[in-house]
């Protein structure tokens, strides 16, 4: 247990279906982040959320829409998403200052079909 | 950010010392550099940090030269469940928090 919660586990969804990733974390931290990781590749950075402003996004196509409401809190929501979509999509948390230790969720696993 | 270089795989067997070794060539002063761990289908877990000489902890060690050009992840006595993936980071001590980046990493794998 990491002190980071990331529902639902694993996801099947269709091209046209809207669906929503949720993370929460426990820690007290006031960054956090989303991540996607393909099979067989590095994980990549796809958003970075540090006292609820969004301060990165790393060239994420627009069907990927992050929500973060409150600093324990980070949806990612999805809309009209492809097949190369599938993969893990990993929430980490971390304090925003000083030495940073990332704490990271067990992650979804999504299929896009 | 300095750019870490990893060897891409690693075999060993159980009860050997590992020792895996990470070059960040163009580390700067501020830097410091953090191992994680991970697992199939679960998100990386954290290992160890240093930033000079050794650091030990009830998992690992971490030996960083003194030029900290590269950095050594030893795992004592390594066991089957100790087969993952393991990634090198090198961000700096303020304002790295939204630019750490995840290399391909290692993959160990220990043989019975």
């Known amino acids: 247990e990491t002190g980071v919660t990331q529902t639902p586990r694993h996801l099947v969804m269709g091209m046209t279906n809207k669906k929503s990733l949720k993370c929460e974390q426990h820690?007290?931290?006031?960054?956090m982040y989303w991540y996607k990781q393909s099979a067989k590749k590095p994980l990549e950075l796809m958003f970075v959320?540090?006292?609820?402003?969004?301060?990165e996004n790393n060239s994420v196509p627009s069907r990927f829409s992050p929500e973060c409401p409150n600093s324990s809190h980070l949806f990612l929501h999805l809309h009209t998403l492809q097949p190369e979509d599938s993969a893990l999509y990993l929430c980490?948390?971390?304090?925003?200052?000083?030495?940073?230790?990332?704490?990271f969720g067990a992650g979804t696993r999504l299929s896009v079909l | 950010l300095a750019k870490t270089t990893q060897p891409i795989s690693m075999d060993s067997y159980e009860g050997q010392e590992v020792n895996i070794t990470c070059s960040h060539n163009n580390i700067a002063t501020n830097d410091y550099i953090t191992w994680y761990q991970q697992f199939p289908s679960q998100g990386p877990r954290f290992i160890i940090q240093g930033y000079k000489t050794k650091v030990t902890n009830e998992v690992a060690s971490l030996f960083i030269p003194a030029d900290r050009k590269s950095s050594t992840l030893s795992l004592p006595r390594v066991s089957l469940s100790d087969t993952a993936v393991y990634y090198c980071l090198v961000g700096p001590l303020e304002g790295g928090y939204n630019k750490l980046i995840f290399g391909a990493g290692t993959r160990l794998a220990v043989h019975p």
């Open positions: 980490a948390s971390s304090q925003e200052r000083g030495v940073v230790i990332q704490y």
């Open positions: 959320y540090s006292l609820e402003e969004r301060v």
């Open positions: 820690l007290g931290h006031n960054a």
